[in-house]
């Protein structure tokens, strides 16, 4: 992992203001905290990681980010709109409007095609682009009318990814996009994320706890025990296609 340097943020407006993000699971009569007073921002254009191993609380974030999980208690805000003040109808809609979802496993409609997979968000969203445009960002131009069972896993992925941005969101929340995939293809599918965030300009925030991806984002965020734990913001980013491990 490169050395740790300035993590002072960019010049750039916030895209969320987390402050005093608490997560209690209630099991039985045990309390788990996922999560113990974490603050986070994340801003227009940046790619962010956040690293961490297993149960270090990094998908709680994420979903409460993304507007899949409420927090105990802290604020969150998206742009000038306080989520933690939303209820589930509106929440349904800025998931809808604002965000795309990358998760570790592609959950795909096998009866349908890639452009058909990706068409499910662009029917619904205000501004989509194209299905085949999507794809094409993805390097998928030439596999728009195979179905999922044609596709390898790296493919598929792409396709999720492509129906993650099809709807022009202004986050894109990825959860272990690789974790399911071996060395070539994970790059591959860390290429057409890196793209997103190049091209149309997305905050992007991976999940992962591979070190070596941390490498290819603006800033690096480590958590441990529901908690940041580090931060770090890379001098030099290291291109998807240059990773190893």
């Given at each position: 992992?490169?050395?740790?340097?300035?993590?002072?943020?960019?010049?750039?407006?916030?895209?969320?203001?987390?402050?005093?993000?608490?997560?209690?699971?209630?099991?039985?009569?045990?309390?788990?905290?996922?999560?113990?007073?974490?603050?986070?921002?994340?801003?227009?254009?940046?790619?962010?990681?956040?690293?961490?191993?297993?149960?270090?609380?990094?998908?709680?974030?994420?979903?409460?980010?993304?507007?899949?999980?409420v927090s105990t208690s802290g604020t969150v805000r998206y742009k000038d709109h306080?989520?933690?003040?939303?209820?589930?109808?509106?929440?349904?809609?800025?998931?809808?409007?604002?965000?795309?979802?990358?998760?570790?496993?592609?959950?795909?409609?096998?009866?349908?095609?890639?452009?058909?997979?990706?068409?499910?968000?662009?029917?619904?969203?205000?501004?989509?682009?194209?299905?085949?445009?999507?794809?094409?960002?993805?390097?998928?131009?030439?596999?728009?009318?195979?179905?999922?069972?044609?596709?390898?896993?790296?493919?598929?992925?792409?396709?999720?990814?492509?129906?993650?941005?099809?709807?022009?969101?202004?986050?894109?929340?990825?959860?272990?996009?690789?974790?399911?995939?071996?060395?070539?293809?994970?790059?591959?599918?860390?290429?057409?994320?890196?793209?997103?965030?190049?091209?149309?300009?997305?905050?992007?925030?991976?999940?992962?706890?591979?070190?070596?991806?941390?490498?290819?984002?603006?800033?690096?965020?480590?958590?441990?025990?529901?908690?940041?734990?580090?931060?770090?913001?890379?001098?030099?980013?290291?291109?998807?296609?240059?990773?190893?491990?």
């Amino acid at each position: 992992m490169p050395a740790p340097v300035d993590a002072s943020p960019p010049a750039t407006a916030a895209v969320f203001q987390a402050r005093g993000i608490t997560k209690t699971y209630h099991v039985g009569e045990i309390d788990i905290q996922a999560l113990r007073g974490v603050d986070l921002d994340l801003f227009e254009n940046e790619f962010i990681v956040l690293l961490g191993p297993s149960g270090s609380g990094k998908s709680t974030l994420l979903n409460i980010l993304g507007g899949l999980d409420v927090s105990t208690s802290g604020t969150v805000r998206y742009k000038d709109h306080d989520l933690t003040r939303y209820d589930e109808a509106a929440l349904t809609r800025y998931r809808r409007d604002h965000v795309g979802f990358v998760f570790q496993f592609y959950n795909l409609i096998p009866s349908l095609t890639a452009r058909e997979n990706v068409a499910l968000v662009t029917d619904i969203a205000r501004d989509p682009m194209p299905p085949t445009e999507a794809l094409k960002l993805v390097n998928l131009g030439d596999r728009m009318d195979h179905f999922p069972s044609q596709l390898s896993g790296g493919e598929q992925q792409r396709v999720a990814i492509a129906r993650a941005v099809a709807k022009r969101p202004q986050v894109l929340l990825c959860d272990e996009p690789t974790g399911a995939l071996d060395v070539h293809t994970g790059i591959v599918v860390l290429e057409a994320i890196e793209r997103v965030n190049r091209e149309l300009g997305t905050a992007t925030a991976v999940i992962t706890h591979n070190a070596v991806i941390a490498s290819m984002a603006d800033r690096v965020i480590a958590l441990s025990d529901g908690r940041i734990a580090s931060e770090h913001r890379n001098e030099t980013k290291t291109p998807a296609k240059e990773l190893e491990w």
